[in-house]
């Protein structure tokens, strides 16, 4: 959870940085590319969580 939160705020700051200095778009891509991986990779391990469950 500690990585996907430290991803997300990463993510952001890039982003940020990216919009707010010129010509450092690429920093934005690299942001918006974190943020995609980091919320594919958290939605994996929810999904495999959700499907541990066994009925008795």
């Known amino acids: 959870m500690a990585l996907f939160l430290f991803l997300i705020l990463v993510a952001i700051v ?3 940085i990216g919009v ?3 010509g450092m ?4 891509v690299i942001g918006v ?3 995609v991986a980091d919320l594919i990779l ?3 391990r929810w999904s495999r969580r959700s ?3 066994t009925v008795r």
């Open 33 to 35: 590319v974190v943020l």
């Open 51 to 53: 499907g541990r469950h």
């Open 14 to 16: 890039l982003g940020l």
């Open 25 to 28: 778009f690429y920093l934005l």
């Open 42 to 44: 958290g939605g994996l």
């Open 20 to 22: 707010v200095a010129q």
